[in-house]
């Protein structure tokens, strides 16, 4: 069975400038959860997903937002880029809800500039 | 408020040797907890977990052990090898699921 798959895995935005990256999850997975990990922070959570509904949502301005497809897909977006959005951004996903056997993907690494 | 804590933010143990990998968690409602390991470069990997109604769970040369008294977790490595080397995160799940907050991390070196 494939994994957790992130696109792109690399990218380098300007200030102010706008993202959305991608997550597809492992299939029959229907909860996807996202993270911001950096090395000040550590891993931090952003929100979950499951069946195209936010679940649950972190401590993040609202410029972190999200949308989970009908076939669990899922993709977040930041607007209005800073400097300390700089981060990998994890992609985690579980066959049901509340993160039980959650999996991650690898990450797409934001550089911002 | 919620937090996830580790003892030891580095351990290096010999090749062959046992590993203790400790942290410490404050909420005590919490009820699902995961231990990851994440090499440089990758994304975590899931290793083992355990709900708040055990004690202890076993899988292929790890174990974890819940200490719901003390709020202490800790997972065991068997005859730790050098591809053990990484950063392994400990994470509960808050009450109710709500999310799921990871501790700061604990790099593990093996030295051959």
């Known amino acids: 069975k494939a994994g957790v798959t992130q696109t792109p895995r690399y990218l380098i935005k300007t200030r102010g400038q706008q993202v959305t990256l991608s997550c597809s999850p492992i299939s029959g997975h229907r909860s996807v959860s996202w993270y911001q990990q950096t090395p000040g922070q550590g891993l931090q959570f952003l929100f979950e997903y499951f069946s195209e509904t936010q679940r649950n949502k972190g401590n993040f301005p609202g410029r972190f937002s999200g949308r989970q497809f009908s076939n669990s897909r899922s993709e977040m977006n930041v607007s209005t880029l800073e400097l300390g959005d700089s981060a990998l951004y994890l992609c985690?996903?579980?066959?049901?809800?509340?993160?039980?056997?959650?999996?991650f993907g690898p990450g797409t690494r934001l550089t911002v500039t | 408020g919620e937090s996830v804590g580790l003892h030891l933010p580095t351990l290096s143990v010999q090749e062959g040797d046992n590993s203790i990998i400790n942290c410490a968690y404050s909420?005590?409602?919490?009820?699902?907890f995961i231990w990851y390991k994440q090499e440089s470069g990758k994304g975590p990997q899931f290793i083992i977990d355990i709900r708040s109604n055990m004690d202890k769970r076993q899988g292929q040369r790890v174990t974890v052990l819940l200490n719901k008294t003390v709020k202490h977790l800790s997972l065991q490595i068997a005859a730790t090898q050098p591809g053990d080397s990484a950063v392994y995160f400990c994470?509960?799940?808050?009450?109710?699921?709500?999310?799921?907050?990871f501790g700061q991390g604990t790099e593990l070196s093996v030295k051959p």
């Open positions: 985690a996903s579980s066959p049901g809800p509340s993160f039980y056997e959650q999996y």
């Open positions: 994470a509960e799940r808050g009450n109710q699921g709500g999310k799921l907050i």
């Open positions: 909420n005590s409602a919490s009820d699902y």
